[in-house]
């Protein structure tokens, strides 16, 4: 059952949608009240006008007119502020919608992050189920840029590896947790960036176009310019009252070739603008609300968005600027118009050089802007997690300590309310390791995943399904889900080996962290005699090493390694057969698992189990 505070947060979300639903009924019935006037003020004005003109005169049928004109022009002026609220309250309620399915997991409906491969050498990325559709990347995930969407997932896959480094990204997600009305007020900008589609918006073109090298400096040339066509304006005033000879025409031509010349360099002045000024005014109402959001009782966050409110150059100011150029390259547009226009004076170069002073100074902001925003996305994603599980517990990240981990209810983040059992478990010192038999289906993989996955949100900086975790930094490494490779020419077993090796370097490699490693089912690749010989040898060497580790696996004879070995200690899975149905309760104990399950399984199946097999024991199957 879903937890009674998680209740109240979902009982309330569906309280606001249902009011949401409510909002957006009258705004659509507004809507049509507004058409059928806008309809009936056309109609109208032209059947008054006509009568005015035909009774009253040509005057009175203008005034008609244009009275209806303005009429007209209010109402759709109206309409259009109707439309755009409805269209942001059903953003919102697409928001808290997403919220409900994210506590229910509803995964249909919360929306899924661009699937990324992941990198098959990295440490722990292919078995944890952070990443990808139903994944814990697909969980989290509220961020509406490419960019916040890759910060997050670069944040679980690689952990903060310091303790200082992960409370002060706690201190931040503390503060925005309870901040529920910023943190989707935030969302409601980002979403109606992507506009109609409301697509993930992105800014990486714009940031490539600043890094680029500027042009040369055209002020000389604009001033140049400049003097010569109001010469020419000059020579041609003084030609027309007779004061002066036809001189203009020859000054005319000579600055219409000198500008030809150098007009090249604002060719891309139009299409350079636009996109700055559609990322800026896109991220208008995001910069502006985080320039005068009152930070007086989150410091933490203030210090985070310091470049939006403590900027030399604010955002509205950049914003005003830009659309400004923007505007004023549109002549461009119109090759006419383009032409009349910079045949008289250097229009197109004066912004051009206008937006080169711009992209010079936007080239140590607009990045930062860009790339807090990115932070703060992510930051967004992990606060609204922590917001709406709040029996979940900050972890305690400790430089150094004994127990070097502890945890009490662990459970899997993926797991429904229903489904997900939660246990305690602890590694004293380094060279402990757990070796979990059980039967199958008993829960040993889960729990390893459980473990790691709650290890990687700790390090994000979030909350974890735990009524508590302490633990010092520990870098992770697993082997749980191998895969082979045909095209590769990589058998499952020769693939297990490359990744153990792998493992066994991360162990030994110099680092002040410990290695937390996870090994489901080892060398299943092979057979039963060889598996237990490798198994044994690999077991002692890892428990020399620096590091901790949970290993699963079905061969009951290593069980017997925790009375030769001091750090090795047996806990175990096990089942029982109710009405001929087998029972799992999934909760972790000490000792050697005392029960099979695979004759069992292949029985309730209906295979052909003998007598001789059935009395076989020894492995787990």
């Excluded at 806990?571 to 999934?586: A, K, L, N, T």
């Amino acid at each position: 059952m879903i937890s009674y505070a998680s209740q109240r947060r979902l009982d309330a979300l569906r309280r606001q949608i249902k009011r949401l639903d409510g909002r957006l009924l009258r705004l659509d019935r507004l809507s049509r009240k507004f058409s059928r006037l806008r309809t009936a003020l056309v109609l109208g004005g032209i059947c008054a006008a006509l009568v005015a003109e035909r009774f009253l005169g040509n005057s009175i049928a203008w005034l008609t007119l244009g009275l209806f004109g303005a009429a007209f022009v209010a109402a759709a002026i109206g309409h259009r502020r109707v439309r755009h609220s409805g269209v942001r309250h059903a953003v919102w309620k697409h928001i808290k919608s997403t919220h409900v399915a994210r506590l229910t997991h509803d995964w249909a409906n919360i929306p899924q992050p661009p699937d990324i491969p992941n990198d098959p050498e990295h440490p722990f990325a292919a078995d944890l189920n952070l990443t990808g559709p139903r994944s814990v990347h697909h969980l989290l995930d509220t961020s509406t840029s490419y960019g916040g969407c890759a910060r997050l997932r670069t944040w679980l896959l690689k952990p903060l590896n310091t303790a200082e480094a992960v409370r002060e990204r706690q201190q931040i997600i503390r503060e925005l947790a309870p901040l529920a009305r910023f943190r989707d007020r935030l969302n409601l900008h980002g979403v109606l960036l992507g506009g109609r589609t409301q697509e993930r918006w992105s800014a990486d073109k714009i940031v490539d176009w600043l890094m680029q090298a500027s042009p040369p400096r055209l002020t000389p040339w604009v001033w140049g310019l400049g003097l010569l066509a109001l010469a020419n304006l000059v020579l041609a005033v003084l030609y027309a009252l007779g004061h002066l000879p036809p001189v203009w025409p020859a000054t005319w031509l000579a600055y219409l070739g000198l500008y030809t010349y150098k007009h090249r360099e604002a060719r891309s002045l139009f299409a350079d603008a636009y996109q700055l000024e559609r990322v800026l005014r896109h991220l208008r109402a995001v910069l502006i609300y985080l320039e005068g959001f009152p930070y007086g009782r989150t410091p933490h966050l203030a210090k985070l968005c310091e470049p939006y409110w403590r900027a030399a150059s604010r955002p509205s100011a950049s914003v005003r600027q830009i659309v400004r150029i923007a505007g004023a390259a549109g002549v461009q547009q119109s090759h006419l118009l383009g032409f009349l226009v910079n045949a008289l004076v250097p229009w197109d170069l004066f912004f051009a050089n206008r937006l080169n002073r711009y992209k010079a100074s936007a080239k140590a902001t607009l990045p930062v802007w860009i790339h807090t925003w990115y932070d703060l996305e992510a930051l967004n994603a992990l606060a609204t997690y922590s917001y709406l599980h709040p029996d979940n517990a900050f972890p305690e990240i400790v430089p150094q300590a004994r127990p070097l981990l502890q945890t009490r209810a662990l459970g899997h983040p993926l797991l429904p309310d229903a489904e997900r059992v939660h246990n305690d478990f602890s590694f004293e010192a380094p060279g402990d390791i757990a070796l979990i038999t059980g039967s199958n289906m008993s829960g040993k993989s889960t729990f390893l995943r459980t473990l790691g996955v709650n290890l990687c949100l700790a390090y994000a900086g979030t909350a974890v399904h735990a009524e508590e975790l302490r633990t010092v930094p520990l870098r992770l490494f697993t082997c749980i889900q191998v895969a082979d490779s045909v095209t590769d020419g990589i058998s499952y077993f020769y693939a297990e080996v490359r990744r153990l090796k792998a493992l066994l370097a991360a162990l030994n490699a110099e680092d002040e962290a410990p290695l937390l490693y996870l090994i489901d089912e080892i060398f299943r690749g092979t057979n039963n005699h060889e598996r237990l010989a490798g198994s044994r040898a690999y077991i002692e060497a890892l428990a020399s090493g620096r590091g901790v580790g949970m290993i699963s696996t079905h061969d009951l004879e290593l069980v017997g390694m925790a009375a030769a070995v001091p750090g090795i200690h047996n806990f175990h899975f096990r089942e029982e057969i109710r009405d001929g149905r087998m029972v799992f309760d999934y909760r972790l104990r000490p000792g050697p698992c005392p029960t099979t399950n695979a004759l069992k399984i292949m029985r309730l199946a209906g295979l052909p189990v003998t007598p001789a097999a059935a009395s076989v024991t020894g492995h787990g199957g």
